[in-house]
């Protein structure tokens, strides 16, 4: 009997499921404090030498916890690209600083001080501005999402130009044009960042924050009119009208306060609703007021801390001058061994509470507001953008520097 020459069915071919159209950012709040203190125990200890590597920790406990379809980002850089990124720019900053002060020496007693002024606040400037933008490459060079890095075009002298174009504009405004400055900078970023084959494209309008700006600006020229004014009044006589003054100048200043941090939240949600990259587009919905109050528990937690040991020597001030007696032993036990080592001990104390605060309380604080309140959307452009990726040879990015990240 023969049998027949049956080909079997092949099996359906198995799909990925779709990522789903639209997803939030999701920062997850793993340990930070024992990090923190770690890094800045190492820190002292090295003298310094040991904080490349703890901003890098920093960077990677905050990219790799910020997911995106159940995927976390990752940071790839290293405390030693970092170090060698510092050394980069010391030998980069340091001729300069050395050519100040030769021109300073042999410029002559009129024109050496002068031109060493143009010098140190044209160039140096200019130097940083450019090392900042090779910063930022570096950073999105090491930076991943499903295997796909990012990494950054054009150069630190077309981010310099830029700049010194818009800053002439914005002098010769009184800073009005501030706000077309910033979108001009991040427009130039922005416009050179890529993800993967993925070119960011920036279309961010600057109408409505110039009505904010508007506020701010004429804003701080009141600030500035009534501290003028105030110590005119004083010396006129008019105290009670110069202290009327000087009450309003501290709650114009909160106001003030407030009003930049609503300018930069209305930034920050207009310039990330302006940025898209293959199709992905990003939108957030980040409220003033969460900012505001983060930002507000946080000082009110720094004034609790310091209040402290202020407490402590008030009251140890007030019983010496209520028992005399007392007066030469405290101030032996003060001056002494033991009281020394406490002192030192509760100004670390200190320090490290107020590094934990800041870091804890403060910056992971906002990283989670601003994370939280991004949207991603049209995902199923990611699947286009990681197939390409993954069909190039050689990979994304593998031929750009390392280790020059002298921002930290």
């Not at 020496?105 to 002068?114: D, N, Q, R, T």
Request: contains cysteine.
């Amino acid at each position: 009997m023969i049998v027949p020459n049956i080909d079997p069915v092949p099996a359906p071919p198995v799909t990925e499921p779709a990522l789903p159209t639209n997803l939030r950012l999701v920062p997850v709040l793993a340990p930070l404090a024992g990090l923190v203190i770690k890094g800045l125990l190492l820190t002292i200890v090295t003298l310094g030498f040991y904080r490349f590597w703890y901003k890098t920790a920093l960077r990677r406990y905050y990219w790799n916890n910020t997911t995106l379809a159940g995927d976390g980002f990752e940071y790839t850089g290293t405390g030693k690209e970092l170090f060698v990124g510092f050394l980069i720019g010391i030998a980069i900053v340091l001729p300069l600083y050395f050519a100040v002060t030769l021109v300073s020496i042999f410029g002559g007693a009129l024109l050496g001080p002068i031109l060493a002024a143009v010098l140190t606040s044209g160039i140096a400037p200019a130097v940083f501005l450019m090392l900042a933008y090779r910063g930022r490459r570096y950073r999105l060079a090491r930076t991943r999402y499903y295997g796909v890095r990012f990494h950054q075009t054009g150069s630190g002298m077309g981010y310099l130009l830029r700049t010194v174009k818009w800053l002439i504009l914005t002098a010769l405004t009184l800073g009005i044009l501030v706000p077309y400055l910033r979108r001009a900078l991040e427009r130039y970023k922005i416009e050179n960042t890529w993800y993967g084959s993925a070119q960011g494209s920036f279309a961010a309008p600057v109408k409505p924050l110039m009505k904010i700006w508007l506020v701010l600006w004429f804003g701080a020229l009141l600030v500035i009119f009534l501290s003028i004014g105030a110590p005119i009044l004083y010396s006129s006589g008019m105290t009670a009208l110069g202290g009327v003054l000087t009450a309003l100048l501290p709650m114009l200043g909160l106001a003030l306060w407030g009003v930049w941090v609503h300018y930069r939240v209305c930034e920050f949600r207009l310039f990330l609703a302006g940025t898209e990259f293959a199709g992905i587009t990003l939108e957030s919905g980040l409220r003033t007021r969460s900012v505001i109050w983060a930002q507000v528990r946080y000082g009110l937690i720094l004034l609790a801390i310091v209040a402290v040991p202020i407490g402590l020597s008030v009251m140890t001030a007030l019983k010496a001058k209520v028992s005399p007696a007392m007066d030469g032993g405290l101030e032996t036990f003060l001056t002494g061994p033991l009281g020394g080592s406490l002192s030192a001990l509760m100004a670390f104390g200190v320090f490290v509470l107020f590094a934990l605060v800041t870091e804890i309380l403060l910056r992971r604080r906002l990283w989670q507001l601003r994370a939280q309140s991004v949207t991603v959307g049209n995902l199923g452009a990611l699947d286009r953008i990681i197939q390409q990726a993954g069909s190039e040879t050689g990979g994304v990015g593998d031929a750009f520097d390392t280790g020059f990240d002298v921002a930290g």
